[in-house]
């Protein structure tokens, strides 16, 4: 070492964790005391892993993740960025070619010890001894209470509010001076004396790593004399210049947990590093901090030339004449509050009061992508990681999926092979509950299922899911086969065995499939609420279609949902007699999702099916001890089917509305036949029978009974359309006299004509086949009758 540094003890560089200021600091120091080695606050266990930091595929944000052997829930990270003070000097100390080791309480104790509710904390917000997983929840209010900030009191004592801004004034923005040493000890000598006053400060549990520390120190003064050169958080310097013996701090640390451990390096993100992420130890702007770490000369013209060019990636207009008054507006801000330089509170207003024109609109995108940013580290291959993490790390590269902090939206076309194994790999890893992706709303109108659209983020908490998860298999198929299958069997309700199923269809998993319809067909034999029967049915039907996209042999899973379906037609009218209000409207959802999977279920193949739900609907729509608003439902969904005759739809509405039917079950029944969003306003619009109807019945109603139906109407019109509600307001307004004599039953409604015109349909099908994709082979001739599949689906849909 130095002069400076030998026969003075070791050298203790008490930092901030992920200060830029302390970074360039440390670097000075080693640079200047030259060190035989160096020891960083850290878990011991990482000694093994600290070479790979030199290894050109480690770019930080990274962090050191260690997790209990058999239970990798159980975890603790400790992050490191390019400007953190811990990762400048391991850094230092492998391009010297000097020992690094790690001498904080060793991850094995400490997770051990949090399982008791206890953790090693400490008072900077250290929560590197378990972030992510609470390090401190467990303290009581009244101890929290008594914790001492040392920033804060430092602030405070001289003359600042802001521990944050007198931080940066004293340390971040403070400029290279002649003696490398000086800024230690002067932070050393100020926690000394809040030491002295404060004693631990309310964090006892630091206690037992300072003792841990201090037994680390003497161990490597006995291998390298004086050449010691420690790197630790401030708070713990004037612990480790302590006198203590060696018996005193053993006396502290026996009788420890401890828990076998696992450790590896994984990637993090400067998001995480945030306090508004969680992490304990966390700084406000990591971004910002990243930029002045890194900026090699006017960190304030770097960084507003940053705000220009994020700006004008979002077309904002934002001209060099803005950076220019910008930079000035904040240093006049700066010399205005006495700052030695303009911080990020400075360059804040000026951006707000020169490139937003005062707007804090824009400011946020400033602090999403600049002041927090989402950099994301990483981590060489050679990194140990479990095998299930090695197999996803192989299919990302494969498929071209590299993991990323900024949220970003993918579209998959599952009928190319390699996005229908990316759609794969992402229901594989939500099976195992590895949130990379959510599933999301296509821009895309279709309603195909050859489509997927997927918004993916990568958290670094997805490494810890992922080694959970390999405890179901080695590889992502395997883990998700296995997990399916376990699921599956202590599936709580036919509907969750019925969903599983589905997922196992879109994930692609044949093992597990087998065993998910043997519990399925286990459990709808047992299973005798047609509630149950008809929440499962529409997963069930569901995943027949995705059969024919991803090549899936659905043949049992047809038979099974074909049986379900015969159980609910046989158990629906009587499940639908006696049911108050409430039941009822749930009914009504179950009667609707039924009514869309037989017609799927009819489209896939399963003849007779249809007919025999109308011969349901039927039924329901005429029994009167089902409820109105079932009732109701059932004769739309009729009507909508063509299963009514001329009229028919005229007489039930005459029914339900007479006066032998209560106020409230003819609103109720009203709610069912047009209520809901189902298009019930235009058929009212078309159909001026109904409409009047309706109008005649309303008028009817005396005003104690209005009263009381009024909710209940107005929740049914107001789903409507204002241009529909306009319409039927002048429709009623027009009365009978302005609307002309009412269509005879028979003949076509005004505004129609008697059939349809098939020229006129034909013609819209070129435009059709485009916006459905549907290929010109399948859907027959784009002229003719239309006598072809293809022609008749499209006219149905014209």
């Not at 161990?219 to 060696?246: I, N, S």
């Not at 080695?474 to 019925?498: K, N, Q, W, Y």
Request: with cysteine; aromatic share 4%.
């Amino acid at each position: 070492m130095s002069e400076r540094g030998r026969g003075q003890g070791p050298l203790l560089l008490g930092v901030r964790h992920h200060g830029p200021g302390s970074a360039r600091a440390v670097r000075a120091a080693l640079d200047a005391a030259g060190p035989s080695v160096v020891l960083v606050e850290g878990p011991p266990e990482g000694d093994a892993l600290v070479a790979l930091a030199a290894d050109e595929g480690m770019v930080p944000p990274v962090a050191l993740l260690a997790h209990v052997v058999d239970e990798p829930g159980r975890s603790a990270f400790w992050p490191l960025a390019e400007f953190s003070p811990e990762w400048v000097a391991i850094r230092w100390a492998l391009e010297q070619d000097v020992p690094v080791r790690f001498i904080d309480l060793p991850a094995a104790h400490s997770l051990a010890l949090r399982d008791q509710g206890a953790t090693p904390d400490d008072p900077e917000g250290d929560g590197r001894q378990g972030e992510g997983q609470g390090g401190e929840q467990g303290e009581e209010d009244s101890r929290e209470a008594m914790r001492v900030d040392p920033l804060a009191v430092l602030a405070e004592t001289a003359g600042h509010d802001d521990p944050e801004r007198w931080w940066e004034d004293v340390i971040e923005h403070r400029g290279a001076s002649g003696d490398a040493f000086a800024p230690f000890e002067a932070l050393g000598e100020a926690m000394g004396a809040l030491r002295e006053e404060y004693g631990d400060g309310g964090h006892e549990r630091g206690l037992v790593r300072e003792a841990y520390m201090r037994l680390q120190l003497r161990t490597a003064q006995k291998e390298f004399g004086d050449g010691v050169a420690v790197v630790c958080g401030a708070w713990h310097v004037p612990a480790l210049r302590a006198k203590t013996t060696v018996a005193a701090d053993r006396a502290v640390l026996k009788g420890l947990p401890k828990a076998k451990v696992d450790m590896t390096w994984v990637p993090w993100t400067h998001r995480r590093l945030a306090r508004a992420g969680g992490y304990g130890a966390g700084i406000d702007s990591p971004g910002w901090y990243g930029h002045l770490f890194s900026a090699p000369d006017r960190p304030v013209e770097r960084w507003m030339t940053k705000v220009a060019g994020l700006f004008r990636d979002e077309d904002r207009i934002v001209s060099s004449a803005h950076v220019i008054e910008a930079v000035r507006l904040a240093e006049t801000l700066a010399a205005m509050r006495g700052r030695p330089l303009a911080g990020l509170t400075e360059t804040t207003d000026a951006v707000r009061a020169v490139m937003c024109e005062g707007s804090d609109v824009p400011l946020s995108l400033v602090h999403d992508r600049l002041v927090v940013g989402d950099v994301l580290g990483e981590v060489p291959d050679a990194a140990p990681a479990v095998p299930l993490q090695r197999d996803l790390t192989r299919l990302q590269r494969s498929l071209r999926l590299k993991p990323d902090s900024l949220e970003r939206e993918l579209e998959l076309d599952l009928r190319r092979e390699t996005d229908a194994a990316r759609s794969r790999l992402l229901h594989r890893l939500r099976l195992l509950d590895v949130g990379w992706g959510e599933r999301a709303r296509s821009m895309r109108a279709s309603t195909g299922t050859f489509r997927e659209t997927w918004r993916l983020r990568w958290e670094p908490e997805l490494s810890v899911r992922v080694a959970e998860a390999g405890v179901w298999g080695t590889t992502v198929l395997s883990a998700a086969t296995g997990r399916a299958e376990a699921d599956a069997i202590g599936a709580p309700a036919l509907a969750d065995v019925t969903a599983l199923a589905e997922r196992c269809l879109l994930a692609e998993l044949p093992d597990a499939l087998p065993v998910v319809m043997r519990v399925l067909a286990d459990r709808a034999a047992m299973d005798a609420d047609v509630g149950h029967l008809a929440q499962a049915l529409p997963a069930l039907v569901r995943s027949l279609r995705y059969g024919d996209v991803r090549g899936t042999d659905t043949q049992a899973l047809s038979e099974v949902a074909a049986g379900l379906a015969e159980r609910v037609f046989v158990g629906l009218p009587p499940a639908c007699a006696g049911l108050d209000g409430d039941a009822a409207a749930e009914m009504r959802g179950h009667v609707d999702a039924v009514h869309a999977a037989v017609g799927l279920l009819e489209d896939d193949g399963t003849a007779g099916q249809r007919g025999r739900w109308h011969s349901v609907l039927r039924v329901l729509a005429v029994r009167d001890s089902v409820a109105g608003v079932i009732r109701g439902r059932c004769a739309r969904l009729l009507l909508d089917d063509g299963q009514l005759a001329e009229g028919e739809a005229a007489r039930l509405m005459g029914l339900a509305l007479s006066p032998g039917t209560g106020p409230a079950e003819a609103a109720a029944w009203i709610e069912g036949f047009v209520g809901g969003g189902s298009g019930g306003g235009l058929l009212l619009v078309h159909d001026e029978r109904l409409l009047a109807l309706v109008d005649g019945w309303l008028t009817g109603v005396s005003a104690d009974a209005f009263t009381d139906v009024l909710p209940l109407l107005r929740r049914t019109f107001s789903a409507y359309e204002s241009g529909v509600r306009r319409t039927l307001g002048e429709l009623v307004r027009r009365g009978p006299a302005g609307a002309g004599p009412v269509a005879a039953v028979g003949t076509a409604p005004p505004g129609f004509a008697p059939g349809l015109d098939r020229v006129r349909a034909d013609a819209v099908l070129p435009v059709l086949r485009l916006l459905l994709g549907t290929d010109d082979a399948d859907a027959g001739s784009d002229s003719g009758t239309g006598s072809g599949r293809g022609d008749n689906d499209l006219v149905g849909v014209a």
